[in-house]
Antibody, heavy 117, light 111 residues
């Protein structure tokens, strides 16, 4: 059975940092494209970042230079390091398997990040 | 990277059919067949319902179908059921890019 379980969300002050984790079972993270997608409260979906099988990484303009996607192959885990957080980064963050051209077939349950003073 | 345009809400009665539109441009929806549709119930993660414009993942009811004409993609749900009440999002991958664009979402109400 495929499972993606995110953790690491919480309340953080503007300018602060958080690292989100996504532990995957049922498939190998390193053999798949993996993305983070977020959803602000009451809003729509927004793609955040992707890591390719070859390790290349790409980001939405809104987070470029502040967020870093990575993976630990030994732990089959995906990460999102978020620095210099802003109020507009407040959202539920989902990890998802990108099976073909940014189309996502497996999603985690999401973890809420709240940026507020 | 403007969001794709979806109606804010649609509604239908049980047993009826509804269609949700998703309008983009020739650079995304109209130019490539990488359009997906997701269903999201309140407080839940999105669920893939259609990929590649018109393909259904295993386990998704054949009441759900997708199509595309020009710069507009459509999701049709036939034989509406109460459990279909949810938010629906389209997405499009502009080929040779690295990002994906989502629509603003459509709230489906089953009357």
């Amino acid at each position: 059975e495929v499972q993606l379980v995110e953790s690491g969300g919480g309340l953080v002050q503007p300018g602060g940092s958080l690292r989100l984790s996504c532990v995957v079972s049922g498939f190998t993270v390193a053999s798949n494209y993996m993305s983070w997608v977020r959803q602000a409260p009451g809003k729509g979906l927004e793609w955040v970042s992707v890591i390719y099988i070859d390790g290349n990484t790409y980001y939405a303009d809104s987070v470029k230079g502040r967020f870093t996607i990575s993976r630990d192959n030994s732990k089959n885990t995906l990460y999102l390091q978020m620095n210099n957080l802003r109020a507009e980064d407040t959202a539920v963050y989902y990890c998802a398997r990108d099976f073909s051209h940014r189309q996502f077939d497996y999603w985690g349950q999401g973890t809420l990040v709240t940026v507020s003073s | 990277q403007s969001a794709l345009t979806q109606p804010a809400s649609v509604s239908g009665s049980p047993g009826q059919s509804i269609t949700i539109s998703c309008t983009g441009t020739s650079s995304d929806v109209g130019g490539y067949n990488y359009v997906s549709w997701y269903q999201q119930h309140p407080g839940k993660a999105p669920k893939l319902m259609i990929f590649g414009v018109s393909n259904r993942p295993s386990g998704v009811s054949n009441r759900f179908s997708g199509s595309k004409s020009g710069n507009t993609a459509s999701l049709t749900i036939s034989g509406l059921q109460a459990e279909d009440e949810a938010d629906y999002y389209c997405s499009s991958y502009p080929g040779s890019s690295t990002y994906v664009i989502f629509g603003g979402g459509t709230k489906l109400t089953v009357l």
